[in-house]
T-cell receptor, first 116, second 113 residues
Framework: EAGVTQFPSHSVIEKGQTVTLRCDPI?????LYWYRRVMGKEIKFLLH????????ESGMPNNRFLAERTGGTYSTLKVQPAELEDSGVYFC??????????????FGPGTRLTVL | SQQGEEDPQALSIQEGENATMNCSYK?????LQWYRQNSGRGLVHLIL?????REKHSGRLRVTLDTSKKSSSLLITASRAADTASYFC?????????????FGQGTELSVKP
């Protein structure tokens, strides 16, 4: 079974440009999450989709960030315009909700974003 | 505020030594998880311990959980240079409904050959 995949693995852009990150969750997983680790600090939650709906977007830092999950499959996270402080590693995770199951999330390899 | 806080923030040891990292959390939990991030790479799930468990082993890893103190520890025995990484504890916010994970600040472990 394929795990969570993310694309690209690394992106280098200039301040003011736009970048779109993609995440493909494990097939059949309804829950999809975005997290990021900025400048070696803690990993912070950005948002959570259940299928195509945004369940929790409390971690989105500002309106320069737009996440979508059309059709409830893969998700994109767009940063427009990018700022220097957006540099970091963006992780995607997915999980399947099963009654009585633990909330075990499976993480992708991350996208390292560098804004110059 | 962050759910988990870890100490030490940085730990440097020699290969073959044991490394112990601690994590504290604030609210009730159903389980606690430990993750590792190697420099420039992805997040790897190491081990999950349920709230009704006190200790769990996986290879060279030993995790303890003390729910009365709201704390957990991760012990890596006989460390190797390849264990150099950032280690995070994480707790879910909701148990069966897919809630987000809240991560600790992490411990930067450096294992010198």
């Amino acid at each position: 079974e394929a795990g969570v995949t993310q694309f690209p693995s690394h992106s280098v852009i200039e301040k003011g440009q736009t970048v779109t990150l993609r995440c493909d969750p494990i097939s059949g997983h309804d829950n999809l999450y975005w997290y990021r680790r900025v400048m070696g600090k803690e990993i912070k939650f950005l948002l959570h989709f259940v299928k195509e709906s945004k369940q929790d977007e409390s971690g989105m830092p500002n309106n320069r960030f737009l996440a979508e999950r059309t059709g409830g499959t893969y998700s994109t996270l767009k940063v427009q315009p990018a700022e220097l402080e957006d540099s970091g590693v963006y992780f995607c995770a997915s999980s399947q909700w099963l009654r009585g199951a633990l909330n075990e999330q499976f993480f992708g390899p991350g996208t390292r974003l560098t804004v110059l | 505020s962050q759910q988990g806080e870890e100490d030490p923030q940085a730990l440097s040891i020699q290969e073959g030594e044991n490394a112990t990292m601690n994590c504290s959390y604030k609210t009730s939990i159903n389980n606690l998880q430990w993750y590792r991030q190697n420099s420039g790479r992805g997040l790897v799930h190491l081990i999950l311990i349920r709230s009704n468990e006190r200790e769990k082993h996986s290879g060279r890893l030993r995790v303890t959980l003390d729910t009365s103190k709201k704390s957990s520890s991760l012990l890596i025995t006989a460390s190797r240079a390849a264990d150099t990484a950032s280690y995070f504890c994480a707790t879910p916010t909701r148990y069966n409904q897919g809630g987000k994970l809240i991560f600790g600040q992490g411990t930067e472990l450096s294992v010198k050959p």
